[in-house]
């Protein structure tokens, strides 16, 4: 997976700092194209993605969790404070 990045690092460098013109470009692109169509590398990039995606719910869900535990921990302090601060807005 790391030499996948590497590999895609280096691609991508190419084409952002090529200047040799348009068919260095399009000779990646032709190879690219070829790459993506194999097997191996469709296999890879869907394993890749599922992963992604596991870790993005399960982050997902750990946010949701601690913002849920903090909101329900919150109101005891906001009463206790309102209740030792005068209300500014009360004069207005």
Do not use: C, W
Request: charged residues 30%; hydrophobic residues 35%; positive net charge.
């Amino acid at each position: 997976m790391r030499k996948f990045g590497l590999l895609l690092a280096g691609v991508v460098g190419f084409l952002i700092g090529s200047r040799a013109g348009r068919e260095p470009y399009e000779k990646l692109e032709r190879q690219l194209s070829r790459l993506r169509g194999k097997p191996e590398v469709q296999d890879v990039m869907d394993t890749a993605k599922s992963e992604v995606d596991a870790q993005a719910s399960d982050l997902t869900d750990k946010a949701k969790s601690k913002v849920s535990s903090a909101s329900e921990a919150r109101p005891s302090e906001t009463q206790s404070s309102e209740s030792r601060q005068p209300n500014a807005h009360a004069a207005i």
